[in-house]
C-alpha cells in the first residue's frame, strides 16, 4: 500500500526559484534546512518536519510512502489550478493509494477538498505552533471576516456609526441621553435583521408591483386597511386629548376604545381581500382564510369591551342605557347595564359567538369544498 504525504504551500514561498511539487525525502529535507535558514521562526518549517515525521511513522508500520510538496502561486484561482495539476502529476508518476495532508494554516486547509477529489485523504494533519495558535486561529477568523463583505456592511458600518454618534451626543446632550440613543438604536437595528425586516423590505417593491400586473384584490383592501388605521389612530389620539392629565392606564383605554372599531375594520378589510385573492386563484380558500375576517371581528368585540369596561370603573363612561325602542306593537322602554360587568360580558359573549361562528362557517365550506374535489377526483377516474 503506498501513501502519499503531502505538505501544502498554497502561497507557494516555500519552492521559490524551483518547479513544484518537490518529490522524496532528500528533497524534503533540503527543503527544510534551505527554509529554517532563511527564516527560523516560519511556522512552514514545522509543516515540512511534520510530514517527514508522518511518512517516517507510516514507513515503520509497513506502509509504502512518498513525500511531497505542493506549492501555488499569489493568484487565487492559479493557486488551486496549480495544486490541482502538482497532485494528478503526482497519481500519475507514483500511483498511490491513498494520502496523508499536512497543513500549517487553516488558508491551507481549504485546499484540501481538491486533493479528496482526486485521491482518497486517510487524514488531515494540521501543524500549528504552540505558542502561537490562539493568535494565529484569531488572526485568520478576523481575516476572514473582513473578507466578507456582507459581514463588513452588517457589523462595522453600524459600530462605526454609533462610535462617531456617541460622542456627539456626549457632547451636545448629555451622557445618559447619548448612552440610553445608542442602545435603543443598536437595539433596534438587531430587532430590524433578527426579524428578517429588512428582506421584507426588500421584496416588498416586487410583491407590489406583481400585485398591480396580476390586479390582486388585496393590494385595494390593503390600502384601504391602512387609510381605517390612521383613522383609527387619529381617533384614538382625539380621544386621549379630551381626557387631560389622567393615568397611562386610562389613556390606553380610551385610545383603544375609540380607535378599536376602526382598526378592526381595516384588519376585516384586509383579511377579506386576502380571502378574495384565495378565492380567485384556487377556486376554493382553506379554512384559515375563511376564519380571517370573523377572527378580526371577533378580537375587536373583546378589546372593545375592556377598554369600556376600565373606562366605566374609572367614571369616564357613565353605564350603557340601551335607548328605548317603539316597532309597531313591541315597545322597549330602555335599560341600564349596570354593574359595569354587565356590558363587559355582552362583549366577550358577542366575540365568542362571532368567533364560533366564524369556526362554523369556515368548516361548512371547507367541508363542501373537500367532498367537490374528492366527487371530482373519482369523476376523473371513471
Same mark, same amino acid.
Given at each position: 500500500m503506498t501513501t502519499l504525504v503531502v505538505c501544502i504551500d498554497r502561497a507557494g514561498d516555500l519552492v521559490a526559484g524551483t518547479d513544484p511539487p518537490m518529490v522524496g525525502r532528500e528533497a524534503v529535507e533540503s527543503l527544510v534546512v534551505d527554509v529554517g535558514v532563511e527564516d527560523p521562526e516560519d511556522s512552514q518549517v514545522n509543516c515540512l518536519l511534520e510530514a517527514l515525521r508522518v511518512s517516517r511513522d507510516l514507513s515503520e508500520a509497513g506502509d509504502e510512502t512518498v513525500v511531497a510538496v505542493l506549492a501555488g502561486t499569489d493568484d487565487t484561482i492559479g493557486a488551486d489550478r496549480a495544486i490541482a495539476r502538482q497532485v494528478e502529476e503526482l497519481i500519475d508518476g507514483h500511483d498511490p493509494d491513498s494520502a496523508v495532508v499536512v497543513v500549517d494554516s487553516a488558508e491551507d486547509e481549504r485546499l484540501v477538498p481538491i486533493v479528496e477529489s482526486r485521491l482518497t485523504v486517510d487524514a488531515v494533519d494540521r501543524v500549528v505552533v504552540r505558542q502561537a495558535r490562539d493568535i494565529e486561529s484569531t488572526y485568520y477568523l478576523l481575516k476572514q471576516f473582513l473578507a466578507d463583505e456582507e459581514l463588513r456592511k452588517t457589523v462595522l458600518v453600524p459600530i462605526g456609526v454609533a462610535l462617531i454618534a456617541y460622542p456627539v451626543?456626549?457632547?451636545?446632550?448629555?451622557? %445618559?441621553?447619548?448612552?440610553?440613543?445608542?442602545?435603543? @438604536?443598536?437595539?433596534?437595528?438587531?430587532?430590524?435583521?433578527?426579524? %428578517? /425586516?429588512?428582506?421584507?423590505?426588500?421584496?416588498?417593491?416586487?410583491?407590489?408591483?406583481?400585485?398591480?400586473?396580476?390586479?390582486?384584490?388585496?393590494?385595494? !383592501?390593503?390600502?384601504?386597511?391602512? %387609510?381605517?388605521?390612521?383613522?383609527?389612530?387619529?381617533?384614538?389620539? /382625539?380621544?386621549?386629548?379630551?381626557?387631560?392629565?389622567?393615568?397611562?392606564?386610562?389613556?390606553?383605554?380610551?385610545?383603544?376604545?375609540?380607535? /378599536?372599531?376602526?382598526? !378592526?375594520?381595516?384588519?376585516?378589510?384586509?383579511? !377579506?381581500?386576502?380571502?378574495?385573492?384565495?378565492? /380567485?386563484?384556487?377556486?376554493?380558500?382553506?379554512?384559515?382564510?375563511?376564519?380571517?375576517?370573523? %377572527?378580526?371581528?371577533?378580537?375587536?368585540? @373583546?378589546?372593545?369591551?375592556f377598554s369600556a369596561y376600565f373606562l366605566e370603573l374609572a367614571d369616564v363612561f357613565r353605564p350603557y342605557r340601551i335607548r328605548p325602542i317603539d316597532v309597531g306593537p313591541v315597545a322597549f322602554e330602555g335599560a341600564t347595564l349596570e354593574p359595569p360587568g354587565t356590558r363587559l360580558a355582552l362583549f366577550i359573549l358577542a366575540g365568542v359567538f362571532v368567533s364560533l361562528a366564524g369556526v362554523r362557517f369556515a368548516a361548512y365550506f371547507s367541508g363542501t369544498t373537500v367532498e367537490q374535489e374528492f366527487a371530482h377526483g373519482r369523476e376523473g377516474g371513471d
Open positions: 451626543l456626549w457632547w451636545a446632550v448629555s451622557p %445618559g441621553v447619548a448612552t440610553g440613543a445608542i442602545v435603543a @438604536v443598536v437595539g433596534l437595528f438587531f430587532l430590524y435583521k433578527g426579524l %428578517g /425586516i429588512d428582506t421584507y423590505l426588500a421584496s416588498l417593491p416586487g410583491q407590489v408591483q406583481e400585485a398591480l400586473y396580476s390586479g390582486q384584490v388585496a393590494l385595494v !383592501t390593503y390600502v384601504v386597511a391602512a %387609510g381605517l388605521s390612521l383613522v383609527g389612530v387619529f381617533a384614538g389620539a /382625539i380621544g386621549v386629548s379630551e381626557l387631560g392629565s389622567e393615568s397611562p392606564l386610562i389613556l390606553a383605554s380610551r385610545f383603544a376604545f375609540d380607535a /378599536i372599531p376602526w382598526l !378592526t375594520g381595516a384588519a376585516l378589510a384586509a383579511s !377579506t381581500g386576502r380571502l378574495l385573492d384565495e378565492l /380567485i386563484r384556487r377556486e376554493g380558500v382553506r379554512s384559515a382564510y375563511l376564519n380571517l375576517p370573523f %377572527g378580526a371581528v371577533a378580537v375587536g368585540l @373583546v378589546v372593545r369591551g
